[in-house]
């Protein structure tokens, strides 16, 4: 069994900061692509941004500039900075995680959610 443990989500006023953090534990053998994504209500579930085991990134053009993912590979924890935060941010965030098993198999594993309210 794996867990993602989410936290950091809060509330915050526009133009803040928050840092949330995403922890996997559990039988890993080795984590590939970690990711945030986000949702909305009424809205679809959308990437914010991923961090791949090499360390490449890839955003979410409504957050560059703004938000920042890394990966501290020791903890298997993935962390989300964010900055400048506008109301649109608003929506619970996800930390999702690639993980493959001995055998080579791919499998993705999702966190409960953590909210993030950006008040205006």
């Known amino acids: 069994q794996v867990q993602l443990v989410e936290s950091g989500g809060g509330l915050v006023q526009a133009g803040g900061s928050l840092r949330l953090s995403c922890a996997a534990s559990?039988?890993?053998?080795?984590?590939?692509?970690l990711g945030w994504y986000r949702q909305a209500p009424g809205k679809q579930r959308e990437l914010v941004a991923a961090i791949t085991s090499g360390g490449s990134t890839n955003y979410a053009d409504s957050v560059k500039g703004r938000f920042t993912i890394s990966r501290d590979n020791a903890k298997n924890t993935v962390y989300l900075q964010m900055n400048s935060l506008k109301p649109e941010d608003t929506a619970v965030y996800y930390c999702?995680?690639?993980?493959?098993?001995?055998?080579?198999?791919?499998?993705?594993?999702w966190g409960q959610g953590t909210q993030v309210t950006v008040s205006s």
């Open positions: 999702k995680a690639d993980l493959w098993s001995p055998g080579r198999v791919k499998y993705d594993y």
């Open positions: 559990g039988r890993i053998f080795a984590i590939d692509t």
